[in-house]
């Protein structure tokens, strides 16, 4: 079966700190894979998103860009950490365009 | 653009109490719509789906109905129980799947025994 990790579970940084999240996926190949943000207050938002490797599309501009070295890993990271980047993040893949989301735990990102 | 709209939480309810949850969308075209559920300390499950106009979707005793001229998708339960405290998104799709989902702000719900 397939199955996604995503961690660290939690995360505290300091504003102007590198950040690194790490997703993978386990049981399928060539998935879509999203990353998505849940700040205080708002919706889910679609951060990322990629149909293989080395093909990422960006949803909004921001402080934050997602690579996606193997057909089974998505990072998203950040050179130097805004307050505003702290919120809730998750990352999610599906087998194609038409199928549901599979969501992992997500991280919460605090960035004092 | 397209979006979502859902009622404000928090959602606290008696065992066996009837549950609401209204979500209305704005899009164009004819998009998909989706119930997310996230219990405490885990990820979004999907919980049911609708393709198109009148169709009613359920699972685990939940059910919505998408309708077209009220552009809704409530989330309805006849009888909830506290294994059902989690915080539920309504979101949509135009492209029919994953692709894009836009999601709502998320409700809240409590269950107290």
């Known amino acids: 079966s397939q199955t996604i990790h995503q961690w660290p579970a939690t995360l505290v940084q300091p504003v102007g700190s590198p950040l690194s999240l790490e997703c993978t996926v386990e049981?399928?190949?060539?998935?879509?894979l999203y990353w998505y943000r849940q700040a205080a207050g708002r919706g889910l938002q679609l951060l990322f998103y990629?149909?293989?490797?080395?093909?990422i599309s960006s949803e909004v501009p921001q402080n934050l860009s997602a690579s996606r070295p193997q057909d089974r890993q998505f990072i998203l990271s950040s050179k130097k950490l805004l307050l505003s980047d702290s919120g809730f993040y998750l990352c999610?893949?599906?087998?194609?365009?038409?199928?549901?989301?599979?969501f992992g735990n997500g991280t919460r990102l605090t960035v004092t | 653009g397209d979006s979502v709209t859902q009622m404000e939480g928090p959602v606290t309810l008696s065992e066996e109490a009837f549950l609401t949850i209204n979500c209305t969308y704005t899009?164009?075209?004819?998009?998909?719509l989706f119930w997310y559920v996230q219990y405490p300390g885990e990820g979004l499950q999907l919980l049911l789906k609708a393709t198109k106009a009148d169709d009613k979707g359920s699972n685990k005793g939940f059910e919505a109905t998408y309708r077209k001229e009220t552009t809704s998708f409530h989330l309805e339960k006849g009888s909830v129980q506290v294994s059902d405290s989690a915080v539920y998104f309504c979101?949509?799709?135009?492209?029919?799947?994953?692709?894009?989902?836009?999601f709502g702000k998320g409700t809240k719900l409590t269950v107290n025994p």
């Open positions: 899009a164009t075209g004819y998009p998909s």
């Open positions: 990629s149909v293989g490797i080395g093909q």
């Open positions: 979101a949509l799709s135009d492209k029919g799947g994953s692709e894009k989902l836009v």
């Open positions: 049981g399928t190949s060539n998935p879509n």
């Open positions: 999610a893949w599906s087998p194609n365009s038409v199928s549901p989301l599979h």
